[in-house]
């Protein structure tokens, strides 16, 4: 017997699947801007400021400070760089996988900041003087009030996307979209279940078979 589907159903199943494609473009359209927005500050530093030294832009609380980071944050392992080109190159192959369980906009906009960020400052690594694969990062935020290090807008957006990863993990929103299970509604579909059990077993386990008494 052939039945028709219902229009209801299939019409939400095809807005679930619409809203989970615009879902997994958003990580790839957040990293484009954060990209291209970090790549035009770092030519108009090199362009513009003197380097090694600080510019004042509002007194102690920020400055520009132009430097070139051959190493990770706070200049360590500065002799390593071709390392970070590595891990970084990793870390975007990975991110791109993950794109394809995505279904939270939370999570989209998470790898997105991330895979921004990463890839700011890799093709800073893998074009910048000295050289493929080991050229050097362009810092120049400087914040001696909150912290001794110089940074750039990709690492604006790497730190941003650890939050937001922060708070989607403590609110346990998964990856792929799909309703979280409070801990209430756990409880009381294993109690459901037990009480479905003992109404299919009225007597209980406890009772044990009559054996013959030898004659």
């Known amino acids: 017997m052939h039945t028709e589907p219902d229009p209801a159903v299939s019409a939400t ?8 494609r615009w879902v997994r473009w958003t990580p790839l359209g957040v990293a484009f801007v ?6 035009y ?5 090199v362009a513009t400021l003197p380097e090694g030294e600080s510019v004042p832009v509002l007194g102690e609380f920020l400055q520009w400070h132009f430097v070139r980071n051959p190493g990770a944050a706070f200049s ?5 760089t ?8 990793a870390v975007v192959v990975v991110i791109i996988w993950q794109i394809r369980q995505l279904g939270s906009r939370s999570w989209a906009i998470f790898l997105g900041l991330l895979l921004g960020g990463t890839l700011g400052n890799l093709f ?11 050229g050097h990062v362009i810092d120049f935020i400087y914040t001696p009030w909150m912290m001794p290090a110089i940074y750039n807008i990709a690492d604006i957006a790497i730190v941003s996307s650890m939050a937001i990863f922060v708070l989607v993990t403590l609110l346990g929103l998964p990856i792929d979209g799909s309703p979280r299970v409070r801990k209430g509604e756990t409880d009381a579909a294993d109690s459901d279940t037990t009480d479905h059990t003992a109404e299919q ?14 004659r």
């Open 76 to 80: 360590m392992a500065s002799g390593s």
């Open 201 to 214: 077993d009225p007597a209980g386990t406890d009772e044990t078979p009559e054996t013959e008494e030898p």
């Open 124 to 134: 800073d690594r893998l074009t910048r003087a000295p050289g493929f694969p080991e």
């Open 34 to 39: 954060v990209f291209l927005i970090d790549q």
């Open 41 to 45: 500050v770092k030519n108009w530093v």
């Open 82 to 89: 071709w390392i970070f080109t590595i891990l970084a190159s």
């Open 13 to 20: 199943r095809d807005s679930v699947r619409t809203r989970r």
